[in-house]
């Protein structure tokens, strides 16, 4: 009995998959209940962090989904998703990924949002080659929110990656993890954009890709929700 209910709380904490979502760069499974983010919502945080923010990179990401629908839009938890185009990566840069130091590229930018995020750190990429996905943990303690813990999983692409990042308050992140995982591994991108091996992958690192910039916006993920506050605040 007592195995049966651990059973229906994992089956219950994982969610139900019940909407296929495609877009013309992937196709994912959506949980049950979780919501598509509306892309004028994205257009205008996307707007207002360039407004607010004082660093001169800023992601914008494609879509986004979340676990209700809104308003309000961009509540934890929810999950990003962001095409990038920065070249295709040779199957030599994903191997050597763990030695790639990304807390570097977020320490370079600290002074840019050391008012929003008091700490933040990002563990080792590792490239799980038999499902092509890189995933990445980060952890960031964002200002007037608390601890927000993230997983990212980033799709290699022929043109550059196709990345999904989910992000939960730290004390929900143990109940949506199993959500993130599935919504990431459930992503089949489209065959034009399917990664191929190539016969120049074994020769070193040909790629131009700049890995460090992943961790940087991976981080910059876990900080929609400050800017999410500042744009309402204005609005109201």
């Not at 949980?31 to 996307?46: H, I, K, R, T």
Request: include cysteine; charged fraction near 20%.
């Amino acid at each position: 009995m007592r195995q049966l209910l651990v059973l229906f709380a994992c089956v219950a904490a994982s969610g139900a998959f019940a909407a296929e979502v495609s877009k013309p760069e992937l196709t994912l499974d959506a949980p049950d209940g979780w919501v598509e983010v509306p892309s004028a919502v994205l257009q205008a945080f996307y707007d207002e962090l360039k407004r607010q923010t004082p660093l001169g990179q800023v992601p914008k990401y494609d879509y986004a989904f979340q676990a209700a629908a809104g308003p309000p839009w961009l509540s934890y938890p929810y999950v990003l998703v962001k095409i990038t185009p920065g070249g295709r990566p040779s199957e030599h840069d994903l191997e050597t990924l763990p030695g790639i130091d990304l807390n570097s590229k977020v320490r370079e930018q600290r002074d840019g949002w050391s008012n929003l995020m008091k700490d933040t750190a990002l563990g080792q990429m590792r490239y799980d080659k038999a499902a092509n996905v890189v995933w990445l943990s980060s952890k960031s303690d964002v200002v007037g929110i608390g601890p927000v813990t993230g997983l990212s999983g980033m799709i290699p692409t022929e043109q550059g990656f196709v990345e999904l990042h989910g992000y939960a308050k730290e004390p929900d992140f143990p109940q949506y993890l199993p959500t993130f995982e599935k919504v990431i591994q459930s992503a089949r991108v489209a065959p034009a954009l399917a990664y191929r091996p190539h016969w120049t992958d074994k020769l070193g690192p040909l790629s131009h890709f700049d890995f460090k910039e992943l961790g940087f916006v991976v981080v910059l993920g876990a900080l929609i929700g400050v800017f999410v506050s500042l744009y309402r605040r204005k609005k109201a």
